[in-house]
C-alpha cells in the first residue's frame, strides 16, 4: 500500500471508494492499535477510530506528496486527534484495560501455550499500568517508540520536536517507567 | 562511571547504539551497582513487553461503520464471508443451536420409546402382512355377504309358503260362504236385474 498511497489517496479524491475502502483497510489496524495505546480501551479506540477516518476523509484534499508520506500524515492527524480527546476529556487513566487485556488477541506466529499467554497479558498488563502514570509527552514517547516501533525521525517529524529531544525524551520515558516498574513489583513481589 | 551518566545512556545501552568505549565502561558499572542494574533489568523487561505486546485485530464492524459515515458505500466481502453470513450465521446461533439440541433430544426420547416396539411395528408394517389383512378383510366381507344372501332366501321362501297357504285358506272360506248364500235368493225372491259390477258384494270382489 505504501508505494501505491499516493495513487490511492487520487483514486480517493475522483471519488473511487474502492481505493478508499483500500485506505482504511491498510491503516486500520494500525490506527486502531495506536487509539487502544493511548486509551486502553476498546469502546474508546473504537470511536477515535472512526473519529480519525472521517477527518481524514474530509482532509484528503490538504495531502500534500511534497511534504511527507502519506502514513506520517494519517499517523499525524491520528495523533493529534487522540491529543485532542485527551485534553477534552482531561484523563490520564491510571487503570488500564485489565479485562480487556485478558481478552485480546495475540498476534503471534509461533502458537504460543496457555502458560505463556498469561505470562504475556500479565507482564503487559503490568507495563500498560505503568505507562498510564506516565506524564502525557513520555508516553507518547514510549507509545511511539517502542509500541509503534516508529524511528526517532518518524517520531520527530510526527511530533513535531527535534530528534535530540526524541531521544532524551524517550530515554527519560524508559527510566521513569523502568522505576515504577520496579517500585510496583517490589510492592507486588514479583520478580524480573 | 557515575549513575547519572549510565542513567542517562541506559537506553540507547539497551538498544546497543552506544560507541564500543561507552559500552563497555557501562557494562562494568553495571556490574558493581545494584540499583543501575536493576533499572537495566526493568528497561530490558519493557523491551521485551513492547516486543511481545499484543496486536488488537480490528472489527469489521467497526470498518463498516467507517465506510458507511465516510464514504457510505458498503464494506466489500469476500466469498467466505458472504458464504459465512448467508449461511453459516443464521446456522449459528445460540437460538438454532438451543433448537437443534432440544429437537435432537426429543428424537432420541422418541427412539428410546419406540425402540422395543419397532420389531413388532416394522412385521405389521410389512407388505407381505398387509396383504394378508386385507385379504382376509375381504374374506370375510364375502362370507358375511353369502350369509346374509341365503337368509334372504330362506325368508322368501317362508314368506312364500305362508302366503300360499293363507290364500288357499281364505279361498276355501270364501267358498263356503258364498255358497249357500246364492241357492235361497233363487229360490224365494223374484229374479232381480243385474247388478251393476259396484253394486256386487264384497265376497264375489274378493274371489275375483
Known sequence: ?192 | MECGFVEERLSEYVERSLPHETMVGMAEHLQECPLCSRLMEEMRFIFVTCKAFPTMELDTALLDRILLRTSGRPRTRSLRERLRSYFLRPVLTPRFATGVGLTLLFAALVVNLLAPRASVLATALSPRELLGRMDRGVQQIYSEGLRLYTSKNELQEQFTLYKNNLLGKLGIMIEQLDVPMEGKKKATEPKQPEKSPKQKSSVLLLRA
Open chain 1, 1 to 192: 500500500m505504501l508505494l501505491g498511497d499516493e495513487k490511492a489517496v487520487e483514486r480517493c479524491l475522483q471519488g473511487d471508494d474502492a481505493a478508499w475502502e483500500a485506505v482504511v483497510n491498510s491503516y486500520g489496524k494500525r490506527i486502531y492499535n495506536l487509539s487502544y495505546r493511548y486509551t486502553c480501551r476498546r469502546d474508546e479506540a473504537e470511536d477515535l477510530t472512526q473519529e480519525i477516518f472521517i477527518r481524514v476523509y474530509q482532509n484528503l484534499k490538504s495531502f500534500r506528496a511534497e511534504s511527507g508520506s502519506f502514513q506520517s500524515w494519517i499517523m499525524k492527524v491520528g495523533r493529534n486527534l487522540i491529543i485532542d480527546h485527551f485534553r477534552r476529556t482531561r484523563r490520564y487513566q491510571q487503570a488500564a484495560g485489565t479485562e480487556e487485556m485478558e481478552n485480546m488477541n495475540l498476534k503471534d506466529d509461533k502458537v504460543p501455550s496457555p502458560q505463556r499467554i498469561a505470562e504475556q497479558a500479565e507482564a503487559s498488563k503490568f507495563l500498560m499500568a505503568g505507562l498510564q502514570a506516565l506524564p502525557p509527552e513520555l508516553k507518547e514517547a514510549v507509545i511511539l517508540r517502542d509500541l509503534e516501533g516508529m524511528s526517532y525521525m518518524e517520531i520527530a517529524e510526527l511530533i513535531g520536536i527535534p530528534e535530540g529531544t526524541v531521544k532524551s525524551r524517550i530515554n527519560r520515558a524508559r527510566l521513569e517507567l523502568a522505576k515504577l516498574l520496579s517500585k510496583r513489583r517490589t510492592q507486588a513481589g514479583m520478580q524480573v
